[in-house]
């Protein structure tokens, strides 16, 4: 009977969610969907110095954002990776009990002593196996090495195919520290054993490891699992994203409004594509389709400004009913920029079709219709400065105000005095709306404007229009 593949995704507690993390937690979930396999998750969570709960829980909720959590019985987990340090070492004595590690106690300023003192640098990287043969045991300041085989080391990947790797230049590495903890090398692989794990899908930058876990699962008696090693993400200067850097948090994202269908799509174009035309398509499709051996071998662009266009589009799609659902933490929440008894539900029920075309984020709807929510808006100067710089703009907008006082309050209606005001001083439409729109707004872009103006009142209107028009005058 066939082994029901389990895949691993075993992120690091020690910061907000990475977009890379995401994006690989997202490979090994579709593999394990179109496999009816298992995802698990492990929180490797043994460096006490930067491990955070916070962090931890962060993860646990940008992944149930994405979709992938315990509600699906495909998930199990989360495990920590802490709670098995025992497992860690025993292992670890195991090998050495059977001769595949020993202990050194050589101190890294040693080992950098014997390679000046040689005169060149060993064939193995850094250190030169003095200790082999040694004979110690454990004790204070002793280090527990894996004895490296000679020969080579082949690692069978799936998306850079065979990787093979000389021996010789491996150097016999840490697998329990001084202080007797283990390293990350032999606790990985030894929770990789006893969770049953076939399928290691990970970033690029994991493969120079995969020889010695390969190593290990071998000489524990194991099979080592299937490895694939996917392209890491790149800025636009095609730097690998960091932390310290870029702008790299899934949570960010999240609070700024990028919807999660819409973060899944985008990431699963980084080095692989959907077939056909688009690569905006429903994540069934992607499940449907995706391949190890189709993803690109190069780094990927995250690219920003196309993300957002890609949630652009997720939000037109919406329904109007789900667009108002999925603005309300922005405009009811400790987010929304007005007191809450300001705020009418109904109002912006009116104006959100006319929102949901123009906005790429939802955190940018409140700034959109806030001027109807408000005593007065706050007049952005930059924009008051250019729509009043022309002569005309003081005269036009009185006589709008005149033509607003008597007509039908209709958005057509409106639209069509300020139309006949730009005929009788050959100006366009467009051109006349500006100080119209900072007057009544306090900003130079926004929703189409007579709806709004509609929607303020007449009363309103007018009471805006004076305002700015005296701040003119002044």
């Known amino acids: 009977m066939a082994q029901t593949p389990r895949y691993r995704f075993a992120p690091s507690p020690t910061g907000y969610f990475h977009v890379g993390g995401a994006r690989t937690a997202l490979y090994n979930w579709i593999l394990a969907l179109q496999t009816s396999g298992v995802f698990v998750l492990r929180i490797e969570d043994t460096d006490d110095s930067r491990n955070n709960p916070q962090w931890t829980q962060g993860i646990i909720d940008a992944l149930a954002w994405l979709g992938i959590d315990g509600s699906d019985s495909h998930f199990e987990g989360p495990y920590f990776q802490s709670a098995n340090a025992a497992l860690h070492v025993a292992a670890a004595e195991k090998l050495f009990a059977q001769g595949k590690a020993y202990y050194c106690d050589l101190t890294t300023e040693d080992i950098q002593k014997r390679a000046k003192e040689s005169g060149k640098q060993s064939e193995r990287q850094g250190y030169d196996g003095y200790s082999r043969d040694r004979g110690l045991g454990p004790g204070p300041g002793h280090v527990l090495r894996f004895r490296v085989p000679q020969g080579k080391t082949v690692v069978k990947d799936q998306v850079r195919g065979e990787v093979e790797f000389d021996n010789s230049t491996i150097e016999d590495f840490v697998l329990l520290r001084s202080n007797g903890s283990p390293v990350f090398l032999i606790a990985n692989v030894v929770d990789d054993i006893n969770q049953g794990i076939t399928h290691v899908v990970r970033a690029e930058e994991h493969l120079p490891n995969a020889p010695k876990q390969q190593m290990i699962w071998d000489a524990l008696g194991s099979t080592p699992p299937s490895w694939a090693h996917v392209p890491v993400l790149v800025n636009e200067q095609r730097k690998k994203l960091s932390k310290r850097r ?120 409140p700034s959109m219709v806030d001027f109807l929510f408000c005593e007065m808006p706050a007049i952005d100067e930059a924009s008051y400065v250019k729509a009043f710089s022309a002569d005309w703009a003081g005269p036009t907008l009185l006589a709008i105000r005149e033509g607003f006082k008597n007509c039908e309050w209709k958005a057509d209606s409106l639209k069509a005095v300020v139309e006949k005001i730009g005929e009788e001083n050959s100006l366009k439409l467009g051109k006349l709306q500006a100080p119209l729109r900072v007057a009544v707004t306090g900003r130079s872009v926004g929703p189409p404007l007579f709806e709004p103006i509609e929607l303020l009142g007449r009363d309103a209107t007018i009471k805006r229009i004076d305002a700015v028009l005296a701040k003119k005058v002044s």
């Open 246 to 365: 870029d702008k790299v948090a899934v949570e960010q994202y999240r609070e700024e409004g990028i919807l999660a269908d819409a973060m899944k799509n985008y990431l699963m174009t980084l080095g692989w594509a959907p077939t056909g035309d688009t690569e905006i398509v429903p994540f069934q499709k992607i499940v449907d389709e995706f391949a190890l051996g189709s993803v690109n071998h190069s780094p990927a662009f995250f690219d920003i400004v196309k993300m957002q266009s890609f949630n652009a589009e997720y939000i037109r799609a919406m329904t109007v009913d789900e667009f108002i659902a999925a603005c309300e933490v922005w405009l009811t929440g400790e987010r929304a920029p007005w007191k809450q008894a300001d705020y009418d539900a109904k109002v912006f029920a009116e104006i959100a079709p006319l929102v949901q075309t123009r906005v790429q984020l939802l955190q940018d709807v």
